[in-house]
Nanobody, 128 residues
């Protein structure tokens, strides 16, 4: 049973930083999965934020480029999202996701969010 558990969310002021973590368990081949971060604000559809593949290649939504960094530690089966220069519009529930097969990182971040596995989410609130 694959499980994804996010942590690290919280409340910060605009311009601040947070680091989200996603601990994965139940995988046979964690390092081979595509991993991503998605978010959903109240009243809005879930959207892609960032994704990473087994080689370390990454893709980001235009709204977070230059501010967010996705990374993973295969030895710890953990995915990270470093979020800097946070804005009020970044306020959302952030979800970790994993998929064994995708069209491309760019497509996964930019299209309707679908994944084999989802975490339960961690709330990020940015105040102005």
């Amino acid at each position: 049973q694959v499980q994804l558990v996010e942590s690290g969310g919280g409340s910060v002021q605009a311009g601040g930083s947070l680091r989200l973590s996603c601990a994965a368990s139940g995988y046979t081949y964690y390092s081979s999965y595509y991993m991503g971060w998605f978010r959903q604000a109240p009243g809005k559809a879930r959207e892609g934020v960032a994704a990473i593949d087994s080689h370390g290649s990454t893709s980001y939504a235009d709204s977070v480029k230059g501010r967010f960094t996705i990374s993973k530690d295969n030895a710890k089966n953990t995915l990270y999202l470093q979020m800097n220069s946070l804005k009020p519009e970044d306020t959302a529930m952030y979800y970790c996701a994993a998929d064994a097969r995708i069209v491309s990182l760019e497509h996964w971040v930019g299209s309707v969010p679908l994944a084999d596995y989802w975490g339960q989410g961690t709330q990020v609130t940015v105040s102005s």
